[in-house]
């Protein structure tokens, strides 16, 4: 799983620029001021949301959200968490803030449809961004692997190949001429290598 300062800014800055331009939700009928207020608060309650939501999720489950485990199902689960917390938030807020009654399941209902259809774009582009990011670090890693084979293969030493895991320890060391290609595969790295033992 990834996640760092941007998986929390990124969302929380698109939605303030969304209520800010847009003004959905009847914004539109307020002063600047007053949208710039509730723009500030909602976009607080998103990041506060996503952070939150990963802090327990790592807490309660490390192995679930490891790097290495995760899928495209538990990056959508874990979405649809973080929209029912935002939901859960904003909900109680504007039930404080309301001089009815009491909170009622319809407002609960008509929140959650709001902040789902609203809040589903700053939460895909969090996902974009980071997939963008780690794209990126992978790109990086193939090609210093790439690289190293490279100045391997141009010298007359038998030199090995170290590829590291995860956690910076060496998981598996070769020979660069018993290496026919590496693939990336989503978060994993296939790597083919001739076993003189065992064949391929």
């Not at 500030?40 to 802090?55: A, K, N, P, R």
Request: hydrophobic fraction near 50%.
């Amino acid at each position: 799983m990834i996640f760092n300062a941007g998986s929390i800014l990124v969302p929380g800055i698109g939605t303030f620029a969304l209520l800010l331009l847009l003004r959905p939700f009847d914004l539109d009928t307020y002063d600047i001021s007053r949208v710039l207020i509730i723009s500030g608060i909602i976009s607080l309650v998103v990041m506060f949301s996503v952070w939150g939501t990963m802090q327990l999720t790592r807490l309660l489950l490390p192995d679930w959200v490891a790097e290495d485990n995760w899928t495209l199902g538990k990056e959508l689960v874990l979405i649809a968490t973080v929209l029912i917390v935002i939901t859960t938030i904003i909900f109680s807020l504007i039930a404080l803030l309301s001089r009815s009654e009491g909170p009622s399941f319809q407002l609960f209902v008509g929140t959650g449809i709001r902040t789902i259809t609203f809040g589903i774009f700053p939460v895909i582009l969090m996902v974009l961004v980071e997939q963008y990011r780690h794209l990126r670090a992978q790109l990086r890693t193939a090609k210093a692997m790439t690289d190293q084979l490279s100045n391997a293969s141009q010298t007359n030493s038998r030199p090995i190949v170290a590829l590291p895991a995860e956690n910076g320890k060496v998981a598996l060391q070769l020979a660069p001429a018993s290496i026919i290609y590496l693939r990336s595969d989503g978060n994993y790295l296939e790597v083919h290598y001739w076993d003189e033992a065992n064949g391929l």
